[in-house]
């Protein structure tokens, strides 16, 4: 009868494989949350608009100083007062929110949207 033999090393490379991947993307993640973040920034020192579509209790705990609240569920109502070509840079707690309203804003007609990510993202990137 043949003997089967068992690699034990396997198991561990796998799990070596999965570890290192993980670390990679966790990189690949901040890296684009500080570019996006960066570039948030450098529109805002060109005169974009900043807009925190957070609730307004999260506002009242802390914001950006020149953001203007306008949570996404009531982000319909924005169309009028501001120039549809103007540069408008929206966050919220994780950018998740954000991205939300970037397409929003789009689908109403705006031209220049970015996603600045999260409150603390952009205070850590701020110039």
């Known amino acids: 009868m043949e003997r089967l033999a068992v690699d034990t090393q396997t198991p561990f490379k796998h799990m070596l494989l999965i570890l ?22 450098q529109a805002l020192e060109q005169g974009a608009v900043l807009i925190d579509v957070r609730t307004a209790a999260e506002f009242r705990e802390g914001h950006i100083d020149s953001a203007v609240n306008m949570p996404l569920s009531s982000l319909s109502k924005l169309a009028n007062p501001i120039d549809r070509d103007k540069t408008i840079v929206v966050y919220c707690r994780s950018g998740s929110r954000a991205s939300h309203a970037k397409r929003q804003l789009y689908d109403m007609g705006f031209t220049h949207v970015l996603n600045g990510g999260g409150l603390e993202e952009m205070k850590s990137t701020k110039p």
């Open 20 to 41: 290192l991947a993980a670390i990679i993307a966790i990189f690949s993640i901040n890296a684009l949350a500080s570019k996006r973040s960066d570039l948030a920034w």
